[in-house]
């Protein structure tokens, strides 16, 4: 094992759903994993496991089971066993093929509803969502909308009747019911809304999270908060600058990231809390655990950030490694 160069770029992260399992890839496709505890031990010396999850390509984007961890690929989707992910000899316990094998996978979450299978989201760069049965990796449903590459999905958990949100290239937030012959909800153009527009940094779309009837969206416009029962924007969200690639709802603060050394908290009606430095000069990805008391930073360099949740002092930093 060895530490990847400064220059690299961490490009996603996820927390297996039993706070046990920590994981992170950067751009040439090694994931390292680490489990949880050991953040929280000022003296414990991490183990940062790693492995190659894309023949040196890059992971785009992480998401996590109670049994899998869960890479999007370029022309496909891979899991491997929490069980055996600290193993030398792991292998990918199932692969999703999708296309010819060029498209991008932009993002992937999974969606739980209580009236029908988990499900696999894929967000790629055909324009199209695909949804597939989580358990028989069948392919229920392709969602076409959007004129240009999906950048990002996010599960709602069948808040006003939408299972997930989308974001695109072509400036658009799409809402989903996947229980639909006709799936999508509605939609609506962040950088029409003359307080978010920022053209000299382009329209697309590259952040969407969700809570509750809550879904917060961010890119080239400014990151702002909208309600899905309403369909109507509520606050316009900090920074003021940058491109934003990161958002996080925990509780009643929001978290944006991006073209920024700092990260910003703010609550719904749009005031900053907090902000705080970043390693990073460009934040792509953040990812919390609640119960743990940890939030997680990380982007264009090696170096991902561990702050308190609650008070937001960094408590430690590490570099991520590569297989050697």
């Not at 690929?73 to 193993?87: I, P």
Request: proline fraction near 4%; aromatic fraction near 8%.
């Amino acid at each position: 094992m060895c530490l990847v160069a400064d220059y690299s770029t961490v490009t996603c992260q996820t927390i297996s759903p039993d706070d046990e399992y920590y994981a992170a890839s950067s751009d040439n496709g090694n994931i390292t994993v680490e489990r949880l505890d050991n953040f929280k031990s000022a003296h414990h010396q991490l183990s940062k496991q790693a492995f190659l999850g894309n023949d040196g390509l890059p992971v785009s984007s992480l998401t996590s089971t109670d049994r899998f961890l869960i890479a999007g690929c370029t022309g496909m989707v891979k899991a491997w066993r929490w069980s055996d992910v600290t193993c030398p000899d792991r292998k990918p316990s199932w692969i999703i093929p999708l296309g010819n094998g060029s498209i991008s996978v932009n993002w992937i979450d999974v969606i739980e509803q209580t009236d029908m299978k988990a499900c696999l989201v894929v967000g790629c760069g055909d324009c199209n969502i695909y949804i597939y049965d989580l358990e028989t990796r069948q392919l229920l449903n392709i969602l076409s909308g959007h004129t240009n590459y999906v950048h990002c999905v996010g599960a709602t958990g069948e808040s006003c009747g939408v299972s997930l949100v989308s974001g695109g290239e072509d400036g658009a937030v799409r809402s989903w019911d996947i229980r639909r012959n006709n799936p999508e909800v509605f939609s609506f153009l962040p950088y029409t809304e003359s307080a978010l527009s920022r053209p000299n940094l382009g329209r697309f779309i590259s952040s969407v999270c969700t809570a509750g009837d809550w879904v917060v969206v961010g890119g080239g416009p400014a990151a702002s908060l909208w309600n899905l029962s309403t369909r109507t924007m509520r606050s316009k969200l900090p920074p003021d600058d940058g491109a934003v690639f990161a958002t996080k709802i925990v509780e009643d603060k929001i978290y944006v990231g991006g073209q920024n050394p700092r990260l910003h908290m703010s609550n719904f009606g749009g005031e900053l809390c907090n902000s705080v430095e970043s390693s990073s000069s460009c934040v792509y990805t953040l990812e919390v655990s609640v119960s743990r008391d940890l939030f997680l930073s990380a982007g264009a360099s090696s170096t991902i950030d561990i702050y308190s949740l609650k008070d937001h002092v960094l408590m430690k930093s590490f570099k991520i490694k590569s297989k050697s």
